[in-house]
């Protein structure tokens, strides 16, 4: 858009049209740069979309031209609505997935009113294409081993000699476990462990190649010593880490999610109305988030966990400005919003790397101490 503005300015001085044709020209190249834009998009949806079930799409389609049925599916994004909420997850009949359940592969379109986009020919206001998940199964085997019985006997003496072999029974059972992890993860796994293998020494330890080989770089974040004021560690840099276990390696990445100190933990710094709000979803936000981490994090910890900031709405921890930095100044906003939320194995001792978001620094006012995050780091 800024490179169409630019061209057109420049046209405007050098045949010197009055000042509304100008406007009208860059409209005009703006227009024509969004059209490319979406026609760019719809023809990524019909390549893509053309491997796929067209039972499982859903969309708002102008006219009775989709693929399926006029609409087809339009509630499992919302409805006819110009700003489409998706499931991520939706129930479908067994005869199209055998797991029941179809997972959203990709969606596009409901930016407004106007921004309608043309597929083969159709028109569509949004479009979103589903794919089964796979389903849970379960095989059995089983091998048994008889009893023996062998019996001799002479003119004399019978002997009766019994040989027992223990009877054994065998169960395997495999189940295949849904979960978010999208199955580019097998892909990433092979080629780390090929990688791992070109770069690991014979005797154990990595090749100078590795990066992480260097004797020096710690194997532990090293944090300075707290500060009297948080603006004294402007242009200090955290000393680079080299983690030299063998993968795989996770990060999990959160931001925006602090709330407001309640009586028992954190409650959303929500602006919904009582009506609006979904009991046990709207009124947990922060401890579902957490409890969904925890069960990942016990097949998949992480290494580290980025904070992307605004960790304690509405404005930052109940200190006023111009505490020192060294000290800590409890207001029970740790103790209840974090440190008793993200609990559990292989989470509990990880380092968080954070950054301060605008509520930090005090929302909107600005004046509250975010020295106070520096401090308890």
């Known amino acids: 858009a800024d490179a169409s503005s630019t061209a057109s300015s420049a046209d405007a001085s050098s045949t010197a049209p009055s000042q509304s044709s100008a406007s009208m020209g860059r409209k005009a190249g703006d227009s024509a740069l969004v059209r490319s834009l979406l026609h760019a998009e719809a023809g990524r949806i019909a390549s893509a979309s053309a491997a796929r079930d067209p039972r499982l799409a859903a969309y708002w389609d102008i006219g009775h031209c989709g693929p399926g049925a006029d609409d087809q599916n339009a509630d499992w994004c919302g409805g006819l609505v110009y700003q489409p909420a998706c499931q991520l997850v939706v129930k479908v009949a067994e005869s199209l997935c055998p797991s029941g359940d179809a997972s959203l592969a990709y969606s596009s379109g409901g930016k407004g009113s106007s921004a309608w986009m043309t597929i083969g020919g159709c028109q569509f206001e949004y479009f979103a294409q589903y794919s089964c998940l796979p389903a849970t ?169 980025l904070n992307a900031g605004d960790n304690f709405y509405w404005a930052g921890l109940d200190v006023s400005c111009g505490r020192p930095a060294n000290q800590v100044f409890p207001t029970g906003q740790f103790e209840w919003n974090y440190e008793k939320i993200y609990t559990g194995q292989g989470l509990e001792g990880k380092p968080w790397l954070g950054v301060l978001g605008n509520h930090d620094y005090g929302g909107d006012l600005f004046n509250k101490s975010w020295g106070q995050q520096i401090a308890y780091t």
């Open 137 to 305: 199964s379960t095989s059995t085997s089983s091998t048994t081993t008889s009893v023996t019985r062998t019996t001799t006997t002479t003119r004399t003496t019978t002997t009766i000699t019994h040989t027992t072999t223990t009877t054994t029974r065998t169960t395997t059972t495999t189940t295949t476990v849904i979960t978010s992890t999208m199955p580019q993860e097998a892909v990433m796994m092979r080629d780390m462990f090929d990688l791992e293998l070109k770069l690991a020494m014979p005797g154990g330890g990595w090749q100078q190649e590795s990066g992480v080989a260097e004797p020096s770089c710690s194997s532990h974040w090293t944090i300075p010593p707290a500060p009297l004021h948080a603006t004294d560690l402007n242009g200090i840099k955290l000393p680079d880490v080299c983690i030299r276990s063998m993968g795989p390696h996770y990060v999990y990445v959160i931001g925006d999610w602090g709330g407001l100190l309640g009586d028992q933990g954190p409650k959303p710094a929500s602006k919904k109305r009582k009506d609006q709000i979904v009991e046990g979803v709207d009124d947990r936000p922060q401890q579902r988030v957490a409890g969904q981490m925890a069960e990942r994090a016990k097949n998949r910890p992480p290494d580290y966990i």
